[in-house]
């Protein structure tokens, strides 16, 4: 009995401590991005969209970040369950999604559908998506639609099929009138 006990904790904190590793890891990355970006910008909008291998975890993190910034005037966690987010800057309407449910090709129509009294006040249109982990990018009219590398290092199914694209990430500098103006690229360590 006292080996069962000794097995069924050490299962049970094994289980356990991946969870909080992750969990505590990324709600620090979080907040660094957030807490740098306040010290530069007057106003930092946080949006985390679910993911397909991540719907609870997201939304966790989204809810823990909201009552972190509840306070804070400055910084708005938008705490939506929806699978497409947008956001107004100016002349420039930005949506985001995870992207495993749609195909890039069909999210300018749907976000001309969904926010058409926004799409017809501006002039630049972005998508930003994560779920194929490498850089794609199209372009639907005058809507730009992207997807992004992972900042996460590969995990033995990515390795198994042999997705082996690089990690970044990136600042996009989008000017209220003008759109994008620059990006930069900060590579992440491979090892």
């Known amino acids: 009995n006292h080996h ?11 289980f356990d401590t991946r969870y909080a590793k992750i969990y505590r890891v990324a709600m620090r990355m979080i907040r660094f991005c ?44 938008i705490n939506s369950p929806a699978p497409r987010q947008y956001f107004r800057f100016g002349n420039t309407l930005i949506g985001a999604t995870h992207g495993n449910d749609i195909a890039m090709k069909d999210l300018p129509l749907i976000m001309a559908s969904e926010k058409s009294k926004e799409w017809g006040e501006t002039d630049h249109h972005y998508w930003y998506t994560g779920h194929w982990h490498n850089d794609k990018q199209i372009e639907v009219g005058n809507c730009k639609v992207e997807s992004f590398r992972t900042i996460a290092s590969k995990d033995a199914w990515a390795n198994s099929k042999g997705f082996l694209s690089g990690r970044d990430m990136k600042c996009i500098v989008i000017d209220k009138k003008l759109g ?9 360590d491979p090892r």
């Open 4 to 14: 069962q006990v000794i097995i069924l904790i050490a299962t049970l904190y094994i």
């Open 34 to 77: 957030i807490e740098t970006a306040a010290r530069k910008h007057r106003n930092v909008h946080v949006i985390n969209c679910m993911g397909n291998h991540d719907d609870v975890g997201a939304t966790i993190m989204t809810v823990a970040l909201d009552n972190i910034y509840a306070n804070t005037k400055r910084i708005q966690v």
């Open 180 to 188: 994008e103006t620059q990006r930069y690229r900060f590579a992440v």
